[in-house]
């Protein structure tokens, strides 16, 4: 089985621009969660979405969206870029979605999308 | 919010050597991740623990769950340049729509060979 990909994989933009940044899933997952990972705040919870409707979302400003799409495949979208969303931006996927009592919960990780703002 | 502390931050071992590294969290554990990852890449996911007391190996790589305790400690016995990277511990926080992956801020192990 393929794993997660994310596209592309490095990014460069400047303040003000906006970004979309892709993630697939593994295939037959249906859970996509989305991660920012900072030096100074390490990895951050940003959202997550099951059948193409966002469950849960991190405290992070609304410049910060995402969708699903019925194939699973999930965009996380950024606005008004800020140089403090210089990072890199990870995604994970499951078959069932995080917190529920089963065992096929467990997050599997993309290569993730590392995003400089100038 | 639930918050997870690793330490150490930093570790520097020679080859052959056996290390411990801890995540405490500042509420009860329900269900605590280990990853690894290497710099600027994406997690690995290593094991999961839900129960106290509950103890998983995988090759060389021992984790613990400590209820009570709230902590957690993955051990590598006979440490190769292999297991060089960030580990990282993430727990649930949170529960049904609430739910979310919360990660401490991760231990740098280097091996020397």
């Known amino acids: 089985k393929a794993g997660v990909t994310q596209t592309p994989r490095y990014l460069i933009k400047t303040r003000g621009q906006q970004v979309t940044l892709s993630c697939s899933p593994i295939s037959g997952h249906r859970s996509v969660s989305w991660y920012q990972q900072t030096p100074g705040q390490g990895l951050q919870f940003l959202f997550e979405?099951?059948?193409?409707?966002?469950?849960n979302k991190g405290n992070f400003p609304g410049r910060f969206s995402g969708r699903q799409f019925s194939n699973s495949r999930s965009e996380m979208n950024v606005s008004t870029l800020e140089l403090g969303d210089s990072a890199l931006y990870l995604c994970?996927?499951?078959?069932?979605?995080?917190?529920?009592?089963?065992?096929?919960?467990?997050?599997?990780f993309g290569p993730g999308t590392r995003l400089t703002v100038l | 919010s639930q918050e997870l502390e690793q330490s150490p931050q930093s570790l520097i071992v020679q080859e052959g050597k056996n290390l411990t590294i801890n995540c405490t969290s500042s509420?009860?554990?329900?269900?605590l991740y280990w990853y690894k990852q290497k710099y600027g890449e994406g997690l690995i996911f290593l094991m999961m623990?839900?129960?106290?007391?509950e103890e998983k190996s995988h090759e060389k790589i021992t984790a613990k769950l400590d209820e009570k305790k709230q902590q957690s400690s993955l051990h590598i016995t006979a440490s190769q340049p292999s297991h060089a990277g960030i580990y990282l511990c993430?727990?649930?926080?949170?529960?049904?729509?609430?739910?979310?992956?919360?990660f401490g801020k991760g231990t740098l192990l280097t091996v020397n060979p």
């Open positions: 509420k009860t554990l329900y269900g």
């Open positions: 623990l839900q129960k106290g007391g």
């Open positions: 994970a996927s499951s078959y069932d979605p995080p917190g529920h009592s089963s065992s096929y919960n467990e997050q599997f």
């Open positions: 993430g727990a649930e926080a949170g529960g049904g729509s609430n739910y979310k992956l919360t």
């Open positions: 979405y099951f059948s193409e409707t966002q469950r």
